[in-house]
């Protein structure tokens, strides 16, 4: 099935994947989300994806223990760029090409991002993963999504999730919560609905982008969402 999109951005958390491990990256996990956005690239959709460090490390856990904020999400920041290398390479082995950018530079290990690599890179079905977050602390990576997806152009948003979309109330919490199938991005503010971060979200507003949320662990969820099939919230402008 063709799709809509012509250019997303997907972000996916460190959590996603570490499979039924508590921390760091479950190979079978890795192998099987880098198979889905091969076959989602084949779709004919130009991706960047941006990766989080959930798995290894949230600056705000540090800035607990008494690090210093700026240098707890440098060492999250970190995180990010190991999920990233890995997350290349397992795309690459997969079939597609990809690389991996980081918005912190290390040239040793991969390219330093900048928006003309990243579009040239797309513009060559290379897959594109986005590694670093906005290169700044204080920030998450669900707002690097937001603004890689504006400065790259990017028609939609994916934001991966362990849950199937946007729900009426936590679902985990409350049986009678009810998931929606679309909302504009006015209603999810007016009832109150999390998305993204808070900066994340008013970066996809102001830049009209929409964002379908939806669960990243059923097998092709990715291509799924892309095609506009299985279970996920879309979240217009
Ligand atoms: N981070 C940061 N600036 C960014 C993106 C991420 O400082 O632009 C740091 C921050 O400490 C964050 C960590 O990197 O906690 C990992 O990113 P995130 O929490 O977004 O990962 P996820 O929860 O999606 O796995």
Known sequence: MPSPWKRAVVKLSGESLMGSQTHGLDQA?????????????????????????????????????????????SIGMLATVMN?????????????PARALSAV?????????????????????????????????FFTTDTGAALRGAELSCDVILKATQVDGVY????????????YERLTQREAIDKQLEIMDTSAFALARENRIPIIVFSIREPGAITAALEGRGRSTIVEP
């Open 84 to 96: 990233g290398l890995a997350l290349e390479h397992a795309i690459e082995k997969a079939g597609q």
């Open 105 to 137: 530079p290390m040239p040793y290990v991969c390219q330093p991002y900048s928006r003309q690599a990243a579009l040239n890179h797309l513009c060559k079905r290379r897959i594109v993963v986005l590694a670093g977050g906005t290169g700044n602390p």
């Open 168 to 179: 009426s109330a936590d679902p985990k919490k409350d049986p009678s919560a009810t998931r």
């Open 29 to 73: 996990t890795l192998d099987r989300i880098a198979a889905d956005f091969v076959t989602a690239a084949k779709l004919g959709v130009e991706i960047a994806v941006v990766v989080g460090g959930g798995n290894f490390f949230r600056g705000i856990q540090g800035a607990d223990k008494g690090i210093d904020r700026a240098r707890a999400d």
